[in-house]
């Protein structure tokens, strides 16, 4: 690798790290949450896709929530535990890797999703098995009550 190319790197990976660490909490806090209503309405707007048997129009949303919840890790850092109406529990932040794992499991279950659907006979039971129970583990566990 040229030295030129060398400094591009370096400098666009600590462009992007600096990138969220200059977020406020305010913004991180406000940005996951906004990320975790989409989700939801993605979800919601899967549901109707699927009970109309419209799976192909169905398979880009779950990609987009797939891709949501990867960014999700992102948004929890420590400074974040408090504040700006968050529903976060402590418990995300004691149990951060099986936080993080909820989070992956859910990520890549959209995935698995948008492949069953092609073959399943009951689409609403893979569809609560691969993603609106995700939902609940995680409400259940980290999110306080609303």
Request: glycine residues 2%; contains cysteine; aromatic residues 8%.
């Amino acid at each position: 690798m040229t030295k030129l190319k060398l400094i591009i790197v370096t400098f666009v990976i600590f462009a992007n790290f600096n990138l969220l660490n200059a977020q406020s909490v305010e913004e991180i806090i406000k940005g996951r949450k906004a990320m975790f209503s989409e989700n939801y309405q993605t979800g919601k707007k899967i549901s109707i896709l699927l009970k109309s048997k419209k799976i192909e129009e169905a398979k880009p949303l779950m990609k987009k929530m797939s891709a949501n919840y990867k960014k999700l890790l992102d948004y929890f850092p420590e400074n974040t535990k408090e504040g700006f109406k968050t529903e976060a529990l402590p418990s995300i932040w004691e149990n951060k890797d099986e936080f993080n794992a909820l989070m992956q499991k859910a990520s890549d279950d959209m995935l698995k999703l948008a492949k069953a659907i092609e073959t399943a006979e009951d689409l609403r039971a893979v569809q609560k098995e691969l993603m609106w129970s995700n939902c609940s583990a995680c409400h259940n566990r980290f999110r306080a009550p609303h």
